[in-house]
């Protein structure tokens, strides 16, 4: 698929607006850490990882700004600062954000400290999001390759949400064991959640299959029931916004009754994350802070108004799937099987400096 993301090195970021796929491609072109931090809470750009590199390239277009702008270092650091608060608060539940975001702003404030220029510093933390983005690729691949053992040669997979190269910095994680498996010569199809309210299974998971030539059939969420149910579907795999330390894993709306689904019909149940997206400070998933969105992203479709006025509409973004729900976990430091504080805690301890 072709890339989504693109740093011109010139002081822009553009992102494919998602918000238009399938119909229009346009790239919106951000030109600040403030207007990338838009970007990603109005969905131009969305998925953990794909906000995540977005923001870090959000931080080398802050500190490119701040290298010009600020006469001192202490006022670069204080500036680099507050736009990484705006990058890291633009969205709650996606840890890849803030974790992108602490990193490059943990290198500029230590060159500042240690006494570089800020222009080097700019240049340093523009190479550190390249890297990034580059690491999230390769970490997607090697996810892929993980979870792809996992598939059978020809398997009818459904999934939630997108959680492809659109979600990432590209191949993806839940598609990328979609495409790793094809890559390994086997056959999967896969049956797409249109995922309410924004319909990304539909607009976007479909979409991007499509381009390179998968198989894809997008069905309603609400037909996931009885499609498992008919024992058409071999395995079910989904991306994660952030995983707790007991593996408890929040994901789009609607994940969490597709876990019981899975569960009540004997189908395995796989979630597919960079270890980006794990966060060591939970213990379990009742600390993950749930985003809640406009109402309106349910009371409207576009222009049309589609409940009678007055009536309120709940739109949480995403919700928590308990980690014995998970058959299991494909990172790209291998597979985690059973999923609990026991298997989790010691991926987590192996990857401690
Ligand atoms: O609200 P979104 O579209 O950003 O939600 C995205 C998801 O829930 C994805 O499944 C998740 O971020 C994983 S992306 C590899």
Redesign the pocket.
């Known amino acids: 698929m072709r890339a989504h993301i693109r740093w011109t090195g010139r002081g822009c970021l553009e992102l494919l607006d998602q918000r238009l796929l399938p119909s229009e491609i346009v790239f919106k072109e951000c030109r600040s850490a403030s207007e990338v931090a838009s970007a990603i809470r109005d ?1 131009v750009v ?6 995540g590199v977005s923001a870090a390239y959000g931080m080398a277009l802050a500190a490119r700004a701040a290298s010009v702008s600020c006469a001192n270092r202490r006022d670069f650091r204080r500036q680099m600062t507050s736009e990484a608060e705006v990058l890291a608060s633009a ?1 709650p539940t ?1 840890v890849n954000l803030r974790w992108a975001v602490d990193r490059l702003l943990r290198l500029a404030t230590d060159l500042a400290k240690n006494g570089a220029d800020p222009e080097d510093v700019a240049a340093s933390v523009e190479e550190e999001a390249v890297q990034i983005h580059r690491d999230d690729v390769s970490a997607c691949k090697a996810i892929g390759k993980i979870g792809a053992a996992f598939v059978p040669k020809k398997a009818s997979i459904l999934t ?5 190269a659109l ?2 910095g590209g191949f ?3 598609l990328g064991v979609v495409r790793a498996a094809r890559e390994a010569g086997k056959n999967p199809r896969v049956f797409a959640d249109e995922t309410r309210p ?1 319909m ?1 299974g539909a607009r976007l998971t479909a979409w991007e299959l499509q381009e390179d030539d998968i198989p894809v059939t997008v069905i309603c969420e609400s037909a996931a029931a009885s499609l498992l149910a008919s024992g058409k579907i071999d395995l079910v795999v ?4 952030r995983i707790a330390s007991n593996g408890d894993t929040a ?2 709306i609607g ?1 969490y009754p597709l876990a019981v689904l899975a569960h009540r019909h004997g189908v395995p149940f796989y979630v ?2 960079p270890l980006s ?1 794990f966060d060591p400070e939970l213990r379990d998933g009742s600390g993950i802070p749930i ?1 809640m969105r406009s109402s309106q992203e349910i009371l409207k479709w576009g222009d049309r108004v589609l409940v009678p006025a007055g009536v309120e509409a709940l739109n949480p ?2 919700d928590v799937t308990p980690h014995e729900l998970i058959t299991a976990l494909f990172t790209e430091a291998g597979a985690v099987k059973p999923v609990d504080a026991g298997t989790v805690g010691d991926l987590l301890a192996r990857l401690r400096p």
Not at 46 to 51: K, L, N, Q, S, V
């Open positions: 969905m969305r998925g953990a990882p794909a906000i969205r996606a939630h949400c997108n959680a492809g979600a990432t993806g994680t839940a924004f990304q989904v991306g994660a916004d994901n789009k994940t597919a994350a997206t985003e973004a995403f």
